[in-house]
């Protein structure tokens, strides 16, 4: 399978190639170019099985082109390179149908992962063709996630057999079932045909689209529209049929040439669910009609929490991010996207105030995960239990301790933790617990790897920045707090440990 790098950092687009080589042999890097427009002429003449582009370059950016090769109608698959901070380049790659977003840098296993979901995608999508389809389900799943297209041959077929000729009317209703598709989408499945049965008149068939976490109902020759959708939202969403709620949309349309632009059309909207409630059916173009209210960000709710973060006060995490939950849901009709970029702010200061005060590394919150959980979220529950896992990961990372430590050296971290704004020395403590200095501190380095003296300055500096961050006293109040009694000192020793002077990084956490 031949693949086309385009990046413009010459390092990564080299470590990529590298990556790529050292996958498989199935791989094979047949171009490189370091900007998008020579990227899309590189793609239209080599005609690749899969793209890897960065989005921000010269000449041309890597949405740009993809949106530009797409025109062409090719079968390339594409994996997107973004910052973690582009949210609405995410958004821009989830619509073109980019099959994979990952996020810089590169975690390796992240990237191995994506090439064999890629090669799975391109070996399924080369098994669906007409002869292979037989069934109705076949067809209609190649012809919206397959690279099955409508030619002379398959019209005919589908016109020979079911009567489908190019006035026809289809309707698609996708039903959302989330994290709950594995284990419960053959039983929905089951209780759908049911009900579906109770309508002899209506011709259907369900597909299961795994990737999106839905059943398709997909029907077709309906003559009256507007009936079949009131009994559809009385009878499934509001009839208490299937053992879990639901988000279900709604589109109709003519012809069968339709049927994957319109999949995607409704795709787009199956988020306002978020805002409406799994009730509300997602019903395609009344959707577009709704009036909707600016969503105001809860700064002071960010504010909360970097406080109690700060003072290590889980239980008043836990109740502001409950009310960040319920901000969304006082009766208001907010535009999803913008309760999402809400979200993914309010949760990114809290992993840059762990990031600041716990030393936390941005991979063991798995912050690629909680962004692309947050872009692909089509309910409000969806979102809430995002912050929910936050909550837990941060608590653990508070409660974590190691074993592996002596007595003595737990007993030393301790008191540094219990009297560190006294200025106390790690002679005071060696006296305290009868022990010569030489060896608690050869012992100290021995078993944590740091010295003694920066380790009580790191420990000074973390309890500087919870004060800087979550109170608004001054600079000298800071420094007598955290152990320092001379301000000016203080402030050289923060800036040698942070880069910043402390009145320069209270702002910019702010």
Not at 9 to 31: N, T, Y
Not at 69 to 98: H, M, N, P, R
Not at 316 to 331: A, C, S, V
Not at 336 to 341: R, V
């Amino acid at each position: 399978m031949r693949v086309v790098v385009i990046e413009d950092e010459i390092r990564i687009r080299e470590g990529i190639c590298k990556l790529i080589q050292k996958d498989s042999s199935d791989w094979e890097v047949v171009g490189c170019a370091e900007n998008g427009k020579d990227g899309y002429n590189l793609i239209v003449k080599l005609n690749p099985d899969l793209i890897i582009t960065d989005i921000r370059m010269p000449e041309m950016d890597g949405l740009d082109m993809l949106e530009k090769v797409y025109e062409c109608k090719t079968k390339a698959k594409a994996i997107v390179l973004s910052a973690y901070s582009e949210f609405i380049y995410a958004q821009q790659a989830i619509k073109l149908g980019v099959n994979e977003y990952l996020l810089k840098p590169i975690v390796i296993n992240d990237f191995f992962k994506a090439l064999k979901s890629i090669k799975t995608q391109i070996e399924n999508d080369r098994k669906q063709n007409p002869e292979s389809v037989k069934s109705l389900e076949q067809i209609f799943t190649g012809l919206i996630i397959g690279s099955l297209r409508i030619d002379e041959d398959l019209k005919g077929y589908l016109e020979e057999k079911y009567n489908m000729d190019d006035d026809m009317v289809f309707t698609q209703i996708p039903i959302y079932l989330g994290d709950d598709y594995n284990a419960l989408a053959q039983k929905v499945k089951r209780i759908l045909h049911e009900i579906m049965k109770e309508k002899a008149e209506v011709n259907y068939t369900i597909i299961e689209i795994s990737k999106e976490q839905l059943l398709l109902i997909v029907a077709y020759g309906v003559k009256k529209l507007n009936e079949l959708e009131r009994w559809y939202q009385n009878r499934v969403l509001l009839g208490k049929n299937i053992p879990i709620p639901i988000s279900c949309g709604w589109i109709n349309f003519n012809g069968i040439e339709n049927i994957k632009d319109s999949f995607q059309m409704l795709m787009k909207y199956m988020d306002w669910n978020i805002i409406l409630g799994d009730g509300v059916m997602i019903s395609y173009p009344k959707i577009t009609q709704i009036q909707t209210v600016s969503c105001i960000y809860p700064i002071e709710l960010e504010n909360k929490v970097k406080i109690a973060l700060c003072t290590n006060q889980m239980k008043d995490t836990k109740t502001i991010l409950h009310k960040f939950n319920e901000y969304f849901r006082d009766g208001k009709v907010y535009i999803p996207k913008e309760i999402k970029e809400c979200y993914i702010r309010f949760i990114w200061s809290m992993i840059n105030i762990m990031k600041e005060i716990a030393g936390t590394d941005y991979n063991s919150i798995e912050q690629r995960s909680i962004l692309e959980n947050i872009i692909n979220a089509r309910t409000s529950a969806e979102l809430s239990t995002i912050t929910k896992k936050l909550f837990n990961t941060i608590t653990g990372i508070f409660l974590e301790e190691t074993d592996t430590t002596t007595l003595v050296v737990k007993r030393a971290k301790n008191m540094v933790h219990e009297f560190y704004y006294t200025g106390i020395t790690l002679e005071e403590i060696a006296l305290k617990l009868n022990i010569t200095p030489e060896y608690l501190g050869t012992q100290f380095y021995k078993e944590t790897g740091i010295h003694f003296s920066i380790y009580i300055k790191n420990y000074r500096i973390k309890k500087a920045k919870e004060l800087l961050i979550g109170t608004t006293i001054k600079q000298y109040e800071v420094a007598q707090k955290v152990g320092y009694g001379d301000s000016k000192y203080f402030g050289r020793v923060f800036k040698e440990c942070t880069g910043l002077r402390p009145t320069e990084y209270r702002n910019l956490n702010k």
